[in-house]
Nanobody, 126 residues
């Protein structure tokens, strides 16, 4: 059974930082990618960042480039997303997701992902 367990959300002031964690389990693949998506009320789910398993290649949406960083700790089998210089518009439920079909320019398309975590709320407010 594939599971993606997320943690690390919360309330933070504008300009602050948070680190989200995603611990995947229950699948074996040499060519997968894990992404973070977010969804704000009334908006579509948006791809934020992605990391490939084969070479740790990363990609980011323009809205977070330079502020967010996705990385893996293989020893802990965990993917992290460090979020800095947070803005009120970053407020959303954040989800991690895994695709077992490798990496591609379609990385920000939700329907290309096979499994999803339960989501964690991030609220940026003073």
């Amino acid at each position: 059974q594939v599971q993606l367990v997320e943690s690390g959300g919360g309330l933070v002031q504008p300009g602050g930082s948070l680190r989200l964690s995603c611990a995947p389990s229950g699948f074996t693949s040499d060519n997968y990618a894990i992404a973070w998506f977010r969804q704000a009320p009334g908006k579509e789910r948006e791809g934020v960042s992605c990391i490939s398993s084969s070479d740790d290649r990363t990609v980011y949406s323009n809205s977070v480039k330079g502020r967010f960083a996705i990385f893996r700790d293989n020893a802990k089998n965990t993917v992290y997303m460090e979020m800095t210089r947070l803005k009120p518009e970053d407020t959303a439920v954040y989800y991690c997701a895994v695709t077992l079909r490798g990496w591609g320019p379609w990385w920000s398309t939700p329907r290309r992902y096979d499994y999803w975590g339960q989501g964690t709320q991030v609220t940026v407010s003073s």
